[in-house]
């Protein structure tokens, strides 16, 4: 078998679980949409691919991605360098994500944490920080049980040993949650341009705990 083959194949096998997650991205969407248009924010955070996915849900936030709508606010935590970097000297690689969130999170937003393995510690002290701070507090990961799983109230977790495919699926998740958004905006009312919400985005997820959705 040759590697892309292999990879397909790992790739179909995670699918027909992967599609039990549609009822959560709707749900999440329109409450995210909800949230945003409120003046809300979402603060968004990952390591490495993770973090590079983070950062591109942000950008379709702030900018679009299909129709013409207003700007949310959307924070990818990483791309804070200067604040990413002087807090992990001062206070810990642990904490550079946590912090910010402290200072950025209010109880409306929503935090959203990206992890394949699900146990990064600077991760789970974001979401410790979010849920302290009254953030409604989401979770991509790769399969459960995991430590940022439990740390969450909601969680969508790939069903896949095989890292690539987690991060390919949490993509496509990423796209589908930003579909979801623009989809329950465009069944609100008009919001005029005095009503535009913050730009930036950070991912804090906030409410009541709620059992792990596999994929």
Known sequence: MSLLDAHLAHLTAA????????????RWGATLARRLTDGGR???????????????????L???LRDDRQPFSAI??????SALTAIGNDYGYAEVFARQVRAHGRPDDVLLLLSTSGGSGNLLAAARAGREAGLRCWAFTGPTPNPLAEACHEVLAVDSPDTQVVQELHLV?????CEYVEQAMAEQPSVGAADVVRAGVEVVLDGDAVRPVQA
């Open 15 to 26: 699918l027909p679980p992967f599609r039990r997650c549609e009822p959560l991205l709707a």
């Open 42 to 60: 979402l603060l968004v955070a990952g390591n490495g691919g993770s973090a590079a996915e983070a950062q591109h849900l942000t950008a379709e």
């Open 62 to 64: 702030v900018g679009k």
């Open 76 to 81: 990818a935590l990483h791309a804070e360098t």
């Open 173 to 177: 998740s990423s796209h589908l949650l």
